[in-house]
């Protein structure tokens, strides 16, 4: 008997991450661009690590509150009051190790086997793997491309929930494809959700990186205090801090002692010292933030614009998120062509493939880096483009 058939059959099944795959393939090289992953290349500000060392230092190495440091859950409820312009309360928030605990606390108070998650595609792996973990079965309901951008089709994602559904995973702005809710649309997924009975999960995790304003539409504009919904989110790409796994839940205060059970249940808390970390991010980290912000809108437009000239790519530049999701005509098995490119352009590049079916003829470059890599990675892309097949 394979020591495999003894192992969850879930666990068995759970796919092989396309985008670590190309990583761990160009992991190591001389002269590589590395656009692989969702992060930034700037180190977490002095400001945060010298508070974490601080605490450290202070002996702050002991069990800590399982929902998250009093203060930080206070510094949480300001930050969300004043981005969106709506009190909130520190009681509805809730401290995790990393957006993707977040993400695997919220699935563990909502689904089981046998259960069903809608979520919009071409998306982020994690979250369907994770929901699989859990026994319940990933719906995608995919994104139609056209030269005006990235659509989605209500009525579509209306069809798509069913009687098991538990469920609908919403990542606006959205990885990898930058497709960005608007005010109405997030109205009427909230008002498909309500009439189904069924939860939003709520990632928005990129919406301080959006490019028509100061941040993207949230349900935070649209909601009422008592809708089911699940905000899952982290500290790492505003204020790059994707080491350090610190991330957070919002959502119904009634639902907190289920939550700190969870919590107690995996990590049984976050370190004092990296909230700590998080807490100097919140308080003096703004700044920062907008300058990423700046950064990363400066790297889309050239990155996009000089990918264009060759006039064989399929892109629209993103609104929100930092990463181009393009289309090379000719290319249509896009996991062989990152493995190619790696080789013979020297740039590290993510598959299509990676992010389920409707993303399989793209590739997505994380443009969130100094401006002379990405001009200098667009150009060795061109090049490439030009000699391929």
Known sequence: MSNLTQLRREAVAAPESGIVAVINYARGREGLIPMWAGEGDLATPDFISEAASASLKAGETFYTWQRGLPELRHALADYTARLYGRPSSPERFFVTGSGMQAIQI???????????????????????????????????????????????????????IGPKTRAV????????????????????????????????????IYSRFFYAGSRAPSFHDVM????????????????????????????????????????????????AFMQRGALAALEQGEAFVERQIARAGAARDIFTARLLVPNRVSMTPPDGAFYAFFAIDGVEDTKAAAFR????????????????????????????????????????LVDWIGRAA
Not at 109 to 137: H, K, R, S, T
Not at 243 to 269: C, F, H, K, M, P
Not at 362 to 374: E, G, M, N, Q, Y
Request: proline share 3%; hydrophobic share 50%; aromatic share 10%.
């Open 169 to 204: 995973f919403v990542n606006t702005p959205a990885n990898p494809t930058g497709w960005t809710a608007d005010e109405a649309t997030l109205r009427t997924i909230l008002d498909i959700a309500r009439d189904a009975g069924v939860f939003i999960i709520a990632d928005e």
């Open 106 to 160: 919220t699935l563990a108070a909502l689904v089981g086997a046998g259960d069903e998650v809608v979520f919009i595609g071409p998306a982020w792996p994690n979250f369907a793997a994770a929901a699989e973990l859990q026994g319940a079965a990933a719906r995608e309901v995919a994104l139609g491309w056209t030269e005006a951008g990235w659509r989605l089709d209500l009525q579509k994602l209306k069809d798509a």
């Open 341 to 380: 490119i790696v080789d013979e352009a020297g740039v590290v590049l993510a598959p299509g493939t990676a992010f389920g079916q409707s993303g399989r003829r793209f590739l997505r470059a994380c443009f969130h880096r100094r401006l002379d890599a990405v001009e200098a990675a667009a150009d060795r």
């Open 224 to 271: 009422e205090a008592d809708d089911r919904i699940f905000f899952v989110n982290s500290f790492s790409k505003n204020w790059a801090m994707t080491g350090w796994r610190v991330g957070w839940i919002e959502t119904n205060a009634a639902y907190g002692d289920i939550i700190e059970n969870l919590i107690q249940y995996s990590t049984s808390g976050v370190a």
